[in-house]
């Protein structure tokens, strides 16, 4: 089973942000907080990646509490094309054996 | 680099065919996952591999069989078919933890 939590869905205006949640309540010392995002029935893509520092990247900013139980993927400005099935994920930084996906958070983007 | 690549995109089998989706990987990396999406739902692991020639169950394996002889290669064996294996099967590899995915392969068992 998945070892994160998500809530199922929500909804957001297009070029405001969206701010997806995620639990950790499992997450081990060793883990990073990876977030992936799967358009339609394409593959998943990765997006982002930290273990306990807020991290930035052209596609999104994440933010992860101190005690690393609970982290926050943010777009910044979210447009349709960011309407898709968000995952968090905890895995290993050096490769990882089991990587359990839940069933994520659909965001609908709203024009 | 083409990255991950599965083959086919589509098949339809009819119940108790054998089949094997292939997937081939080039960027060296020694960890490869199987995992198949119902309609609605979030991924489920199917088989991963650590590297030539070690291979793992999942959270769902039965029905299903892997191989891994060389470390760009990880195909998934379907034995007999069912209807309840109809289903996206998308593989991925990765060196460290980021994944890298296929672009998927549909399946129908009818």
């Known amino acids: 089973d998945a070892k994160t939590t998500q809530p199922p869905s929500m909804d957001c205006a297009e070029g405001r942000a969206a701010n997806l949640p995620c639990n950790h309540s499992?997450?081990?010392?060793?883990?990073?907080v990876y977030w992936y995002r799967q358009i339609h029935s394409q593959g998943p893509q990765y997006i982002i990646h930290g273990l306990k520092n807020n991290e930035t990247n052209e596609m999104a900013s994440l933010i992860i509490t101190e005690d690393r139980k609970s982290s926050t993927l943010i777009l910044p400005h979210a447009t349709l094309r960011d309407t898709a099935v968000y995952y968090c994920i905890d895995s290993p930084g050096s490769g990882a054996n089991n990587l359990f996906f839940g069933t994520g958070t659909r965001l609908t983007v709203i024009p | 680099n083409a990255g991950v690549t599965q083959t086919p995109k589509f098949r339809i089998l009819k119940i108790g065919q054998s089949m094997t989706l292939q997937c081939t990987q080039d960027?060296?990396?020694?960890?490869m996952y199987w995992y198949r999406q119902d309609p609605g739902m979030g991924l489920k692991l199917i088989y991963y591999?650590?590297?030539?020639?070690?291979?793992d169950k999942g959270e769902v394996p039965n029905g299903y069989n892997v191989s891994r002889s060389t470390t760009e290669d990880f195909p998934l064996r379907l034995e007999l078919a069912a209807p309840s294996q109809t289903s996206v099967y998308f593989c991925a590899s990765s060196a460290t933890g980021k994944l890298f995915f296929g672009s998927g392969t549909q399946l129908s068992v009818l």
């Open positions: 499992t997450i081990s010392g060793n883990e990073y």
């Open positions: 591999s650590v590297g030539a020639g070690i291979t």
């Open positions: 960027m060296n990396h020694n960890y």
